[in-house]
Nanobody
Framework: QVQLVESGGGLVQPGGSLRLSCGAS????????MGWYRQAPGKSRELVAT???????DYTDSVKGRFTIPADNRKNTVYLQMNSLKPEDTAVYFC??????????????WGQGTQVTVSS
């Protein structure tokens, strides 16, 4: 079983910055990719950014140039550095990770979510 725990959400003014963290733990053999998704009230969950173990990244258009997704593979941890935040970035942010367990099984796990609110 694999668990993901996020931290770092909160309230920030427009134009400000926040850094989210997500650590994966449990019976992990390897992680192939991790990512961040978000869900605003009344909207479906959307992909924000992903990173593969090899370091390839992908971002949704609305956050390109403002968000980055660094990772520490040794710690099974991924971050989301959010700069120049806008009110439309307000959402619950979820961490996602996929890979294989020590038993050789594929896993895809989600964190519990952390609230990000951008407001003056």
């Amino acid at each position: 079983q694999v668990q993901l725990v996020e931290s770092g959400g909160g309230l920030v003014q427009p134009g400000g910055s926040l850094r989210l963290s997500c650590g994966a733990s449990g019976m992990i053999f390897s992680i192939s990719a991790m990512g961040w998704y978000r869900q605003a009230p009344g909207k479906s969950r959307e992909l924000v950014a992903t990173i593969t173990r090899g370091g390839s990244t992908d971002y949704t258009d609305s956050v390109k140039g403002r968000f980055t997704i660094p990772a520490d593979n040794r710690k099974n941890t991924v971050y989301l550095q959010m700069n120049s935040l806008k009110p439309e970035d307000t959402a619950v942010y979820f961490c996602n990770g996929e890979g294989r367990t020590v038993a050789g099984e594929r896993f895809r796990s989600w964190g519990q979510g952390t609230q990000v609110t951008v407001s003056s």
